[in-house]
């Protein structure tokens, strides 16, 4: 009963996967056994000092390994605690799957039948967002400030050791704000690796990807905290864009939003369609998106059938903090972060 009130008593993660494409483990068998072993050995390590985990269990097909990381500028003792959170939460939201991976604030915890460490997973890519909603008076300056405060901690977080790649900074935006950065990497990332992982989060074409998904869950009621599969991520493109190729694409709006313009939610799916296109090239910027958000009058191209796996697959959340004046907005892989701040 004890440990049952612990598990329900753990805070949520901002985002979990459990990926399905390595299959399931079964009870009592080996793979079990090693997760278990190298879950544990993880939980009671204090030596590491800071803040990394990269450590294996088993051997072939049995083989588990495992990556935690804590952001660098928390204390140990909060980084023990938020990793055997981790681990407690992890295995209990994704029973049996031999990959899975967590996100707190302050740490994350992955595991896998795979090989993760020293490797930049472009299969996975796993994507967070947090957004500040609110708008800057000058967005060519903001996204000017933004890329040069960004290129700077890029650099400074990839030329890190094997302790650590993380830097944090702030710049001068705009009407007088302050905007802050942190950006982080697995320190097992060689320098490279690292500036590669940091510079394909912050692509604006590609990311745009993830702002379509989003729209067309919001708009379809399909929204959630999290996005288990590639496989949903499919089904809800290939609706949208189904209904859409057939000229039924009002069938996709949730029927629950009665008080919002039908034609509003139209144009939020035709602008989440040109977002998720296939080709890259062909996506919107999100200067773009903002203009066609709020103009009329803005002829809007037709949008291409989408790409149903954006590197394997997006994950998104707009948590309650996101609607929060001053908060804080966030990419995340599973290998890489951003996060910006305003004053």
Same mark, same amino acid.
């Given at each position: 009963m004890n440990f049952l009130y612990h598990l329900l008593a753990l805070p949520d993660f901002f985002y979990h996967l459990c990926l399905s494409?390595?299959?399931?483990?079964?009870?009592?068998?080996?793979?079990?056994?090693?997760?278990?072993?190298l879950l544990s050995s993880i939980s009671s390590n204090s030596e590491i000092s800071y803040g990394f985990?990269?450590?294996?269990?088993?051997?072939?097909?049995?083989?588990?390994?495992?990556?935690?990381?804590?952001?660098?500028?928390?204390?140990?003792?909060?980084?023990?605690?938020?990793v055997n959170d981790s681990i407690s939460k992890l295995t209990q939201l994704c029973p049996y799957r031999k990959e899975a991976i967590g996100w707190y604030d302050t740490c994350m915890l992955r595991y896998s039948n795979r090989d993760i460490f020293h490797i930049m997973d472009a299969e996975t890519s796993l994507r967070y967002y947090l957004c500040n909603?609110?708008?800057?008076?000058?967005?060519?300056?903001?996204?000017?400030?933004? %890329?040069?405060?960004?290129?700077?901690?890029?650099s400074n977080a990839a030329s890190g050791g094997s302790l650590g790649k993380f830097a944090v900074g702030y710049a001068s935006a705009p009407a007088f704000k302050t905007l802050y950065a942190l950006v982080q990497c697995t320190p097992?990332?060689? %320098?490279? %690796?690292?500036?590669d992982c940091l510079v394909s989060i912050t692509r604006v074409k590609s990311d745009?990807?993830?702002?379509?998904?989003?729209?067309?869950e919001l708009v379809s009621g399909q929204k959630r905290s999290y996005i288990d599969t590639e496989e949903e991520i499919k089904?809800?493109?290939?609706?949208a864009w189904k209904k859409w190729d057939e000229g039924t694409a009002s069938n996709l709006i949730d029927p629950t939003l009665k008080e919002g313009s039908r034609n509003e939610m139209m144009n939020c799916i035709h602008i989440g369609l040109l977002c998720v296109q296939e080709s890259i090239s062909d996506r919107p910027t999100i200067a773009s998106v903002i203009h066609m958000l709020n103009s009329n009058s803005v002829t809007r191209p037709s949008p291409a059938k989408p790409?149903?796996?954006?590197?394997?697959?997006?994950?998104?959340?707009a948590s309650s903090s996101s609607l929060e004046p001053n908060s804080t907005s966030s990419i995340e892989s599973d290998q890489c972060r951003i996060a910006t701040a305003p004053l």
């Open positions: 494409g390595n299959g399931n483990y079964t009870t009592n068998s080996t793979y079990q056994a090693n997760l278990n072993s985990y990269n450590l294996s269990a088993g051997q072939g097909s049995n083989k588990v390994n495992a990556i935690a990381l804590c952001r660098e500028d928390i204390n140990l003792d909060v980084c023990y605690s938020c909603p609110n708008n800057v008076s000058s967005l060519d300056q903001f996204n000017q400030v933004l %890329e040069n405060l960004l290129d700077g901690l890029r097992d990332l060689f %320098e490279q %690796e690292c500036n745009i990807f993830s702002f379509g998904v989003l729209v067309l089904c809800l493109l290939t609706q790409g149903f796996f954006m590197q394997s697959s997006v994950i998104l959340k």
